[in-house]
C-alpha cells in the first residue's frame, strides 16, 4: 500500500484562520483560532482539502473506504483494464493469512485459481467487464481520492479506532503520514488532529 498526496491547499491554517475571522471581521492569522475551530468540530476547516493518490489496497478495502460519501473518489475500471495476473503481488494478503503458512497456501491457491480462470475467459474472448467478475475482494486497485480536512478528520476518527479493519487502519495511518511530511502547514494540522482525536490508535 503507498499514499501519497498528489495535490493540497497550501496553507490551510492561514486559509482556516482567515475564513474563520470574517465572522469577527478578523482578517489576522492566528494558530490558537484554527485549533479552537477543529476543536469544536466547526465548518470551518472544510476550506482546506487534499488529494491523496492510493495505490495498492484490495477491493474490500474500496468498498469501506467508499462509505465515506463527502469525499470524491476516482478508481481504477476492472471494467475497461484487463490484468496480467501472472505474478503474486496483485493481491492483499491478511496479515492472519500471512503468518499462517497452511492458511497461506491456501489462500495462494484460491487466488491463482481465479487468476487463471480469469485468462482463460480474457482469452476466449470474454470482454474484461465480464471476466471480473471471478476476481476476489483481495485484488488490488488503485485511486485518487478528494476530502476536505473536516470529513478527513472523520474518516480518521472512525477508521483508526480500535475495532477498525487492519487495512483501512493502516490507509488511514498512512494518510497522516502523507500530509505530515507535505508541508509545514499540514504537519501542524496533524498535530491538531493528534491532539484532538477522540479515539486512540
Not at 30 to 59: L, Q, Y
Not at 71 to 94: F, G, H
Not at 104 to 112: P, T
Not at 129 to 156: G, Y
Amino acid at each position: 500500500m503507498k499514499v501519497t498526496v498528489v495535490d493540497a491547499t497550501q496553507n490551510p491554517i492561514d486559509i482556516i484562520s482567515i475564513a474563520a475571522g470574517s465572522s469577527t471581521r478578523r482578517e489576522n492569522v492566528k494558530f490558537s483560532r484554527v485549533k479552537k475551530c477543529i476543536e469544536d468540530k466547526h465548518s470551518v476547516h472544510e476550506f482546506a482539502d487534499v488529494t491523496f493518490k492510493i495505490e495498492g489496497i484490495s477491493r474490500a478495502c474500496l468498498a469501506q473506504l467508499t462509505r465515506h460519501r463527502i469525499a470524491t473518489y476516482c478508481v481504477e475500471s476492472q471494467r475497461y483494464n484487463k490484468y496480467d495476473l501472472t505474478s503474486d503481488d496483485w493481491y492483499v494478503i491478511p496479515p492472519v493469512i500471512e503468518n499462517d503458512a497452511p492458511r497461506l497456501a491456501a489462500f495462494q491457491d484460491a487466488m491463482s485459481s481465479a487468476a487463471g480462470v480469469y485468462r482463460e475467459m480474457l482469452d476466449d474472448g470474454v470482454k474484461a467487464e465480464d471476466a471480473r467478475f471471478v476476481l476476489p475482494e483481495a485484488t488490488k486497485t488503485n485511486l485518487h481520492m478528494k476530502i476536505n480536512a473536516r470529513s478527513l478528520w472523520n474518516f480518521l476518527n472512525q477508521r483508526r479506532a480500535p475495532h477498525a479493519q487492519w487495512e483501512i487502519h493502516e490507509l488511514a495511518d498512512k494518510m497522516i503520514e502523507a500530509l505530515d511530511s507535505y508541508n509545514e502547514q499540514w504537519h501542524q494540522m496533524m498535530d491538531i488532529y493528534r491532539g484532538t482525536e477522540e479515539l486512540v490508535n
